[in-house]
């Protein structure tokens, strides 16, 4: 087979099997509009043809993408024409590709179609990516092979400490789709779901249902009425009872969407290695997504741990990689684990950045300023939270339980500010700035030094009284900056120094600065 | 956890300032705009009074006074101590900047790694002859500002950059 890369001048239409999906895919999304006007249709002496009209009109604007979309590959590059009325033109050179998503949608699974987002570099969190929505699921394997590892064979100018890239043999123009030979790092354990009711996923989806739900128990009263009733006969047994079987019915729903939830997303993840330097991700139960992240745009791995993960020794991991965000949409195309055992996360980041230190390494602690400001921070605003309640209750006529709410705060916030000092922490490795910190969601980042490319120090005026500053590293990955929290000064100075040598180091105050990785400043 | 002190690696290190101020124009610019601001904050009240027509007059004193004297230590206060702490320097290999007044904030970024350069000057600046210049880099956090530069060295300076970032090849990330 002739690779897809090498290509042609002709403009192409994506898979004619869109047009089947399209409709379908628009009709879903006008969904509440549909029903409102197939419900209200009924009831007046409106004739039936204007439904079909309406559906008509869907069904040809979906078709209309299809007609409207049309892409080429030729000549290195990719581009996508689209649009009708606001035409666009996307173009990307094949070698500045740095991520490859696959994903394949239920409608898409059904007819054998995925479609390929395509990540490049420089143009950050920003730029827009390169949709193919979509191709025949053979094709869009292949071609996503094609790219990473024509990405891979041709190494470019920046060699970096942080590559792991091993040799590469294949030319580019054989087929790497699936026969790569390819190291397992992940692979989804089933009994890992158990791990799903410590996430907040159950929490936001409930919230998303209540919210969307909310909007149709009002036209369905019916249904309303039953629940009201239900809701009754709960409440007749006690306001006690009712409080218990309330949280207890919430706390069932809210496990049963998270489980849910870490089911469809998650379903059969695997994480691979291929040979051509490439780590592909592949889960989903309804929806399938393969993702391949270039090892050589690879910055970093975050390690977070949330606190109910944490009580549980478990936590997840997201590769730090330019080219792909870690916030939206993009979010879940960085993730290395699903949330799992702990141990299966730190053995996953050593395999992907082969830095022990910094992957479970001690980390050194901030001091007591930062200690101290863990504590203002924490009991400030709650204990204005609590004299503000006490206060109202004296004015005006509050029930207890009111101020006893507005007061468990402060009780709380030095847990809270212990905690989030012990979190506190960074170090510096060979390779790597490790930063951690936080109680709630607590994250360890480990960021290659050599991914850092600017630095900034940064003192509110509390900070400037305490003597401490926080350092922000900044880079093109991920989550752009990394920030290291209440480090003295003079400490914050050194870190940026170490991680950005002579660039930082040529405006130091001491002359006697001896640069520990003077080959940096030639780069 | 380890404690700070002789267990780490590194020796403290303190950095000096950028070497230039930026024009003492800028000190100018800063009391427009903040008397800009102020107006506009007196237009507010101005409209409050017309609004409330039956109420009280007591809240409007009060706000009043205290908008004013904070506006007024600020018009006063905020040009000179921005002046002190806005500083910039660019070296063969890196931009370093200084800026802010309550919160400050230095930036060092090496040249290899700056993608634009942009010079804009708003309308108060047009005034005075100055303007901004502006570096990015690859990083969406990463970009670096100096305010208040003489128009004419903010041009030098642009040239300067543009001229090392085209050098530069690769994506820069």
């Known amino acids: 087979m002739p690779p897809i890369l090498a290509g042609d001048e002709q403009w192409r239409r994506l898979d004619p099997r869109m047009l089947l999906v399209h409709p379908i895919q628009e009709a879903v999304r006008f969904l509440p509009a549909l029903l409102v006007v197939f419900f209200s249709g009924r009831n007046s002496d409106r004739s039936g043809w204007w439904d079909w009209a309406i559906l008509g009109m869907i069904v040809a604007f979906g078709m209309s993408r299809w007609f409207t979309t049309r892409y080429r590959i030729w000549g290195g590059q990719i581009e996508l024409r689209r649009g009708l009325l606001n035409r666009r033109l996307l173009t990307t050179p094949a070698d500045r590709v740095r991520t490859v998503d696959v994903t394949a949608p239920v409608w898409h699974r059904l007819l054998g179609l995925a479609k390929v987002e395509i990540g490049t ?87 998303a249902i209540w919210g969307f739900g909310a909007q149709y128990l009002n036209e369905f009263g019916d249904l309303q009425d039953r629940v009201e009733g239900a809701v009754d006969r709960v409440a ?19 496990s049963l969407l998270a489980v849910s939830g870490y089911l469809l997303s998650y379903w059969g993840f695997r994480l691979t290695r291929h040979s051509g330097g490439t780590l592909h991700t592949r889960r989903g139960l309804l929806t399938t997504r393969a993702t391949s992240l270039e090892e050589k745009r690879i910055r970093g791995v975050e390690i977070g741990q949330p606190l109910g993960l944490r009580l549980a020794a478990a936590g997840r991991l997201s590769a730090v990689t330019t080219g792909l965000g870690v916030e939206g949409s993009q979010k879940g195309s960085a993730w290395l684990t699903p949330p799992a055992p702990a141990d299966v996360v730190n053995r996953t980041a050593m395999a992907v950045v082969y830095d022990p230190d910094a992957v479970s390494g001690p980390l050194v602690a901030h001091g007591p300023a930062a200690r101290r400001r863990r504590y203002t921070r924490a009991l400030l605003p709650t204990a204005v939270l609590c004299a503000a309640t006490v206060w109202l209750s004296r004015v005006v006529d509050l029930p207890p339980v009111l101020v006893i709410v507005g007061c468990v705060p402060v009780l709380l916030a030095p847990f809270l500010a212990a905690d989030r000092y012990a979190a506190l922490g960074h170090t510096l490795t060979a390779r790597h700035l490790v930063v951690q910190a936080g109680s709630l969601s607590r994250r360890r980042d480990l960021l290659a030094r050599d991914g850092v490319i600017g630095v900034t120090i940064r003192e509110s005026f509390f900070q400037r009284r305490a003597g401490v500053v926080t350092l922000t590293a900044t880079t093109a990955a991920g989550r752009q900056r990394y920030a290291v929290i209440d480090l003295p000064v003079e400490r914050g100075n050194a870190v940026a120094t170490v991680v950005l040598g002579d660039i930082v180091g040529q405006f130091a105050d001491s002359p006697g600065w001896a640069d520990p990785s003077a080959d940096r400043a030639s780069r | 956890m380890i404690e700070p002190g002789p267990t780490t690696d590194t020796p403290p290190v303190r950095l000096r300032e950028p070497t230039n101020l930026v024009c003492p124009r800028a000190r100018w610019m800063w009391l427009l705009e903040g008397i800009i601001q102020a107006l506009l904050l007196g237009g507010v009240q101005v409209g409050w009074w017309l609004l409330d027509r039956h109420g009280p007059r007591d809240p409007h004193v009060v706000v009043a006074v205290v908008t004013g004297i904070v506006m007024l230590a600020y018009i006063v206060g905020m040009p000179l101590w921005r002046f002190r702490v806005h ?87």
Request: hydrophobic share 50%; charged share 20%; no cysteine.
């Open chain 2, 87 to 173: 500083r910039w320097e660019v070296t063969p290999t890196a931009v370093y900047t200084q800026t802010g007044w309550v919160s400050q904030e230095r930036r060092i970024a090496p040249l290899s790694r700056v993608q634009t350069v942009d010079l804009t000057r708003g309308p108060v600046a047009q005034l005075l002859r100055l303007a901004t210049v502006r570096v990015t880099t690859a990083s969406a956090a990463g970009h670096l500002v100096v305010h208040g530069l003489d128009r004419d060295v903010a041009t030098a300076l642009v040239e300067r950059l543009t001229v090392a970032a085209a050098a530069e090849r690769g994506d820069a990330t």
């Open chain 1, 121 to 207: 570099a420089g143009g950050g969190v920003l730029a827009e990516r390169i949709v193919l929505d979509a191709l025949a699921a053979p094709v869009a394997a292949r071609l996503r092979g094609e790219l990473l590892h024509r990405v891979a064979s041709h190494p470019e100018r920046d060699v970096e400490l942080g590559s792991v890239g091993g040799p590469v043999s294949e030319s580019w123009t054989e087929s790497v789709g699936e026969s790569t030979p390819e190291q397992l790092l992940v692979q989804l354990d089933p009994s890992w779901v158990r791990y799903a009711p410590l996430t907040t996923s159950g929490l936001v989806s409930a919230a």
């Open chain 1, 236 to 254: 007749a047994l006690g306001l006690g009872v009712a409080v218990v079987v309330g949280l207890l019915a919430a706390l069932a729903l809210v």
